[in-house]
């Protein structure tokens, strides 16, 4: 009897006493140290993501004075400028797809850090691509802090500390963060969003409407900046929006108002594309009506047909809409707490401000989520998944109804609730004991990048040269050249290469498993890729063909680099 009292004693200390801080920080601290050097250090490989490395290569280009420019030229952009009218950039190629947020964010970290500088072969991983993963990861943590004060000022400290741990072991945050996206940017954004949508709340349940308004708009403000940092960020908003209308008082001045806002922080970015290429949305815009799969052809073509794009639309949006209920606990990070947020609204929550603002998340969700289906998201750290942007606040209010659930069943031993805790953190802890425990994934992202075989071709060009690839965007971050999208056709490769569309003549081609690893037959012989099998396959006669001298590269010659000369025997200072 006297050892349960010595443990029960011990168990309070640690949950209520002094002891409780100095465990509770230091088990915190181990655990952000420990995850942060081991996914940084041990699990990165390099960026992953193709739209990383675009957001990548424009933020140096601002770092160097360059502006909003781009490297990565997509042959619809071409096109786009000139149904404009618009004369096409011979030097600085103006950005019609990417939100600025990010780029201009690592821009400002590349002039302090000397990151962005030319990639030496030598390097394995990128130092760019690792500082880039690094402010992710700083975001990440910056939001798992908010949200820790976000859950104790609507549940309690207890909660807030379990479900700040919850987001801290769930691996998906991490391999978002790894993957230099600006989702750990958005998260960041959105946190302090849901922070003073909450003391909004508050304010109007303390009958303090000046105080109160003033909150809204600056929750307001924070989405324009998310959707500075994402496109998708609009349905985020709308669906705030909606919330605001029906939550605040007065209702119209509110939602005016918020709206009002919003538009001020995003109306530059639409009027800045807008002034470029006649359209508000870039290229950004012209992906939104296409079917599945059409994105890729839509974007190579110098002559889009907007109209066969759409075609099966209606379907896409179904399918896509679908998928991501189906993938909703996935895309979660099978995070079990997170998911219990959707029960959460079944449960008449005493906390008035608690109970309100969960319908604020609710219908940001949805909105985000017909938008993730109109720009067919997919599962996984993607560039258009958000829906990782809501897991915190979901686990909080998870934490909350299963903590009521058990309270329900009447065991109301500490060390009881203690073990029901730790089983689902470790429920929650999984994928990531998997992850870092699964072995080496090898050193680079194979296939299809291998930093040091694309950042050499920035050794045999010029920086005024330009080039050709299936995968422009890692040419542009890691050769730091500007380097066209391959064309839809041969002939529009030669018509942009011929008529210098880009101020110069095409000097090479650069062909990866991006295009060699796809299906034979559906997409290489008689698909996207049939103008382009002969060179994919390197069975092609190129005579008449402006690049004719080809080296087969490493690993295995899966890549091969066709050229207008010799360049790699030619010797450089």
Not at 207 to 225: K, P, T, W
Not at 230 to 246: I, K, N, P, T
Not at 300 to 326: C, E, H, I, W, Y
């Amino acid at each position: 009897m006297a050892e349960e009292t010595r443990v029960q004693h011990l168990i309070h200390s640690l949950e209520q006493g002094i002891l409780a801080v100095v465990v509770r920080t230091a088990m915190f601290t181990a655990l952000i140290v420990a995850l942060t050097l081991l996914y940084l250090f041990v699990q990165f490989r390099g960026l992953p993501n193709e739209a990383a490395m675009d957001q990548a290569q424009i933020a140096r280009n601002m770092a160097d004075g360059n502006g909003f420019t781009t490297n990565f030229i997509r042959p619809i952009a071409i096109w786009q400028l000139a149904s404009a009218k618009k004369d096409i950039p011979t030097a600085e190629f103006p950005e019609l797809n990417q939100a600025p947020l990010w780029p201009f964010v690592n821009s400002l970290i590349f002039r302090a850090t000397g990151a962005s500088a030319k990639m030496d072969i030598k390097d394995v991983v990128y130092i760019g691509d690792r500082v880039i993963a690094a402010s992710a990861i700083f975001f990440f943590l910056l939001s798992v802090g908010i949200g820790f004060f976000l859950a104790r000022r609507l549940f309690d400290t207890r909660l807030a500390l379990v479900g700040s741990a919850a987001v801290l072991l769930t691996d998906l945050c991490w391999q978002f963060s790894l993957s230099g996206l600006p989702q750990m940017l958005m998260l960041f954004l959105f946190m302090l969003a849901l922070y003073a949508t909450v003391e909004a709340l508050k304010a109007q349940e303390a009958e303090r409407r000046a105080l109160c308004v003033v909150l809204v708009g600056v929750a307001a403000i924070l989405l324009g900046l998310l959707t500075l940092a994402h496109g998708l960020g609009f349905w985020v908003f709308l669906g705030y929006a909606v919330f605001a209308a029906l939550a605040f008082q007065p209702r119209v001045v509110v939602a005016l108002m918020a709206v009002a806002l919003y538009l001020g922080v995003v109306s530059p970015w639409l009027i800045r594309n807008y002034a470029v290429s006649d359209n508000p949305f870039g290229v950004a815009g012209y992906t939104l009506a296409t079917y599945r799969g059409a994105e890729a052809s839509l974007t190579r073509s110098l002559n889009p047909d907007m109209r066969a794009a759409s075609v099966g639309f209606k379907n896409k949006l179904r399918t896509a809409f679908t998928d991501q209920a189906n993938t909703l606990f996935a895309n979660l990070g099978a995070n079990i707490a997170a998911l219990a947020f959707f029960f959460s609204l079944l449960h008449p929550f005493r906390n008035r401000v608690a109970a309100s603002f969960r319908w604020a998340i609710f219908s940001m969700w949805i909105f985000s989520a017909f938008g993730m289906a109109l720009f067919d998201a997919a599962p996984g750290p993607t560039a258009n998944q958000i829906t990782i942007i809501f897991l915190p606040v979901m686990v909080y209010f998870g934490f909350a109804f299963l903590l009521v659930l058990w309270g329900r069943l009447d065991f109301n031993t500490p060390l009881l609730r203690l073990g029901f805790l730790g089983v689902v953190l470790f429920a929650i802890s999984l994928p990531l004991i998997f992850t870092l425990f699964a072995g080496s994934q090898g050193r680079v992202q194979w296939p299809p990048y291998i930093p040091p075989y694309i950042g050499i071709l920035g050794k045999w060009t010029e920086p005024e040269e330009v080039l050709c690839s299936d995968m422009p965007w890692a040419v542009a971050w890691y050769a730091d050249r500007k380097c066209l999208l391959l064309p839809d056709t041969v002939s529009t490769f030669n018509e942009i290469s011929d008529y210098r569309l880009l101020g110069r003549s095409i000097v090479g081609l650069y062909l990866t498993p991006v295009t060699g690893n796809r299906p034979f037959i559906s997409e290489i012989v008689k698909g996207p890729y049939k103008e382009w099998a002969g060179f994919i396959m390197r069975t092609v006669n190129l005579r008449g063909f402006s690049l004719q001298s080809v080296l087969p590269l490493p690993i295995e010659g899966e890549c091969v680099f066709y050229a207008d000369r010799n360049r790699w025997d030619e010797k450089r200072e």
